[in-house]
């Protein structure tokens, strides 16, 4: 078997525990789905048993979690208990908005933290360096609640430039132009919420890979030769700094689909993140399962990916030195 | 919202995140735009309701009869109704002209077929389908005539007909009917037709023109959801939102607030209370009796609470039927503050105080429990119990607070695996509270504690049963005075929910079951300068 199919297996395996492991926490959880809430009226007995009957509730424990991981083989993620209706109908429904405001966010981050990082990676210990540490880490201390309030007060109240929630106004009139200014406008305050927090680590993440490539093997030859201070962070100290880069972006690629509950609540984002929270609290495990199946997924294929990629990018990682 | 849309929002995002922008238009001063928290579990009108789609349901689709603002029944679809003497048939006369929104006649046979999708468990209709428990059969022996058997007796048998009317030729024809056609694009006779849903933001409808009471004056209702009271409350001030039902700390907020000066404000009672379950199974040395269980609340100063931390939007209360319902009995009051009371009927149930400032003990035991309470929902739990720990603790009792989180409590109160817990809790308008009183009520119902006396038992079975009004009347204050000697639960506090709204949003009324459910509702809502009704 070679190195790649080995850690597909391995992925594939890791998938199936992580969801085995949230399964059997959520079933230890007491209270079930079977829709006790405080307004529900007393439910005849057999009305009630035709309820739990309908979604396998009393089913021991292993069949219903065998039943479930067949029914992922064969493409069908369930339904939801809550809302009864297919588990793929809610995650089309929710996905965009998670993918648009999280992945305009790591963006974000990515075009800030990038140039931040290369600049204190230029000359170490430099008073550049050290304001841009000053200054992200002060960032990365902001409670994003309270940044949120702050510019949903500055910006949508006080100067009224923003809308204060929601990621399209309520008219669906207008050309798809200015449905996406709108759009647009929504993300803003979400969008700078998520991003300012990872500022500090991205780009001290980037600074040290560049720095230690630099003090390496590659970098002193390079000096050698008369590459400027500049063009040997940016050329040959990233060339270097491949595989600790790809590393980077396999932990980051994940929190696409990852939710961010506060954001979500506060700016009343339709995302994956309040779907989690809903749904653990309501037990609805068809809807948590498949978001574990989901956020494990792209977990493990960017790290994968990042893994597969670095040993492309580095022979000593290939070869196992 | 299409994906294509939201990722060139995101990349123009990126270009130009520091691009400043007009403020949001000026939106006609014909809609109304309202806020619920959380989004409806289904719009299918009668499948898988939680209170958000009752809400809608009941602007979309009319039932028989509706909650008029006292909470009694006023005739809607049905312009009247027969009670055979013996109670066990009900015959409902349709009112001529009332349309589906598609314009087609509503006739008996859509009431039939509301029912037999009501019974459906696939239908998942948990809060109708119970109502419905007692009907054994239904006859339409012409297209304006419901002819309802029942299998005995039930005072309260019209509650179930306030259930929103399905339109047959409609709703027969999915398979899945929570996922079908029609659960994405409901059709009713009620004031409002369904227009559009966008999952996690809004609902919105607009005004049917040929509405058998004629057409409502708003032209669009837009339901807001918004998961954060607080960015509701926000856009509320704003001028995005035109009317909403605010927590008490925002409207605390309110009342010093110079952007909120302008609003319209009003406070209503609901049929929602806060109550404590006393376990008497016998699993306590505790709440078997009733004394110690009075003594408890003899300790509670409610009316300074109720003053004090919650700004006056509380009263104390009398028992589980609330001063709003007209079945309930006025010279019943809430057991007042007594400390020495207190004292004396611990005493007398054997429980004595060693020392001055010492917990009681009886058969060497303490007098020291545990109450549960509802983790993370409302702060206001925490207040009650706070201020309760500290008021029984001057009487010689130790109160424990353990908190849980919402169905692991809810599992431990059905399991009786409990001391105390206080929880809050809606009643219906209808007398009946068989489910929290009768003993058959502890496993399956709402009677947590196990109370259990046969007296109470003869008095909830006597009023299903009486179908004269005033001999009613008088089972159910025979009943509460037996409740208030009792006291199996005890009731401390009915909260007043404040609401708050545009001042040009004219005819805004309450009822004991919100703002919304029942008549005239939004249906009479009109903004300042238009007619009432079209």
Redesign the interface.
């Known amino acids: 078997m070679t190195a790649a199919a080995r850690r597909l297996v391995t992925a594939a395996v890791t998938l199936v525990l992580v969801t085995l492991i949230v399964f059997a926490l959520l079933v230890a959880l007491p209270g079930d789905a079977s829709g006790d809430d405080e307004t529900a009226r007393r439910l005849p007995d057999e009305y009630r048993a035709a309820l739990r009957a309908q979604y396998h509730l009393d089913d021991p424990l292993a069949i219903r979690y065998a039943r479930w991981i067949g029914d992922v083989a064969r493409g069908d993620i369930g339904a939801s208990l809550r809302e009864h209706r297919p588990v793929a109908a809610i995650l089309r429904e929710r996905l965009p908005a998670s993918l648009a405001l999280n992945g305009a966010a790591l963006a974000v981050v990515i075009m800030i933290a990038t140039p931040l990082g290369i600049g204190a990676a230029w000359k170490p210990g430099s008073s550049l360096d050290r304001a841009g540490l000053a200054a992200t880490t002060a960032l990365y201390a902001v409670p994003v609640f309270w940044m949120a309030l702050l510019l949903q007060w500055l910006f949508a109240v006080r100067l009224g430039w923003l809308p204060l929630f929601g990621i399209e106004g309520d008219e669906r009139a207008g050309g798809s132009l200015a449905r996406t200014a709108d759009i647009f406008r929504h993300l803003v305050l979400p969008v700078t919420c998520l991003s300012y927090g990872s500022l500090a680590y991205v780009s001290r993440f980037v600074r040290t890979a560049l720095v230690d490539a630099a003090a390496g093997d590659g970098g002193r030859p390079a000096r050698a030769r008369g590459a400027t201070a500049l063009r040997y962070v940016t050329v040959h100290g990233t060339r270097q700094a491949a595989v600790p880069l790809l590393t980077l972006a396999g932990f980051l690629i994940p929190r696409l689909v990852g939710g961010s509950l506060l954001v979500e609540e506060i700016f009343n984002v339709p995302g994956l993140g309040s779907l989690l929270f809903d749904s653990v609290l309501g037990r609805d495990v068809p809807v948590v399962l498949a978001l574990t199946l989901l956020s494990g997924t792209v977990t493990l294929a960017a790290i994968t990916g990042a893994d597969l990629l670095a040993a492309w990018a580095d022979p000593r990682v290939r070869h196992g030195r | ?3 294509g ?6 990349a ?3 270009a ?2 520091t691009l ?2 007009a ?3 000026a ?1 006609p001063r014909t809609d109304a ?1 309202v806020v619920i928290y959380a ?1 409806p ?2 719009l299918s009108l009668v ?2 309701p ?2 958000n789609s009752a809400q809608i349901a009941s602007m979309i689709s009319d039932g028989l009869v509706a909650y008029d603002a006292r909470g009694n029944f006023a005739p809607m679809v049905a312009a009247s109704w027969d009670v055979a003497p013996d109670a066990l048939t009900i015959t409902f006369h349709l009112r001529d002209g009332v349309r589906w929104q598609d314009g087609t006649p509503v006739t008996s046979r859509d009431v039939a077929f509301t029912l037999s999708k009501v019974r459906d ?2 239908v ?1 209709s ?2 109708w ?3 419905f ?1 007692d009907v054994t059969g239904l006859e339409t022996p012409d297209d304006r005539t419901l002819i309802v058997h029942y299998s005995k007796p039930y005072a309260d048998a019209l509650d179930a007909w306030r259930v929103p009317l399905l339109p047959e030729h409609l709703a027969s024809k999915d398979s899945d009917f ?2 079908g056609a029609f659960a994405h694009h409901p059709v009713g006779c009620g004031p409002f037709r369904f227009v ?1 849903h ?5 609902v ?1 409808l607009e005004a049917f023109d040929g509405y058998w009471q004629g057409r409502p004056s708003i032209d669009r209702l ?1 339901v ?5 009271d ?2 509701g409350y ?2 509320l ?2 001028g ?1 939102v035109d009317l909403m039902a605010v927590p008490s700390d925002l409207w605390r907020e309110s009342l010093s607030s110079h952007r909120a000066v302008r609003l319209a404000r009003f406070v209503y009672y609901r049929l929602m209370l806060w109550k404590i379950d006393w376990n008497q199974d016998g699993s306590n040395p505790f709440f078997t009796d009733p004394r110690v269980r009075r003594a408890l609340i003899f300790a509670l100063d409610r009316k300074r609470f109720a003053a004090t931390v919650v700004n006056g939007l509380a009263r104390p209360a009398a028992g589980s039927y609330l001063p709003e319902s007209a079945w309930t009995d006025p010279s019943i009051a809430p057991i007042p503050f007594d400390a020495a009371e207190a004292g004396r009927l611990l005493d007398e149930a054997g429980w004595h105080l060693p020392a001055p400032g010492s917990v009681r003990v009886k058969d060497g035991k303490p007098l020291a429990f545990t109450m549960l309470l509802v983790a993370g929902s409302q702060e206001i739990a925490d207040r009650i119990a706070a201020w309760m720990q500290e008021s029984v603790r001057a009487v010689g009792v130790d109160m424990r607070i353990e908190k849980l ?4 409590f ?3 109160r ?1 399991t009786h695996r409990f001391e105390a817990a206080m ?4 009643v219906d308008p209808t007398p009946d509270q068989f ?1 929290l009183y009768h003993s058959s ?1 502890r496993n ?3 009677n947590y504690g196990g109370f259990s006396d046969p007296e109470t038992d003869r008095l909830l079975e006597a009023g299903r049963m009486t179908i004269d009004p005033a001999a009613r009347r008088a089972v159910y204050w025979k009943l509460q005075a037996r409740l208030h000697e009792l006291e199996p639960m005890s009731v401390l506090f009915q909260f007043s929910q404040p609401v708050l709204h545009d001042p040009d949003l004219l005819g805004v009324t309450a009822s004991p079951v919100g703002l919304f459910s029942f008549t005239p509702g939004p249906r009479a809502w009109h903004w300042a300068g238009a007619t009432p009704s079209r």
């Not at chain 2, 849309?5 to 995101?10: D, N, Q, S, T």
């Not at chain 2, 989180?405 to 692991?408: D, H, L, S, T, Y």
């Open positions: 919202m299409s994906r849309r939201i990722f060139g929002a995101a123009l995002a990126l130009a995140l400043g922008c403020g949001p238009a939106h735009r989004e579990s289904s499948g898988n939680d209170n468990p696939a998942q948990r809060s389908v119970s109502l428990a929570l996922n559009s966008e999952p996690g933001q809004n919105i837009v807001r959801i918004v998961t954060s607080r960015t926000e856009s001030l704003l995005d989180e919402w169905r692991a809810q599992e431990r059905k929880a809050s809790n809606v489910d009520a399956g119902g709402f």
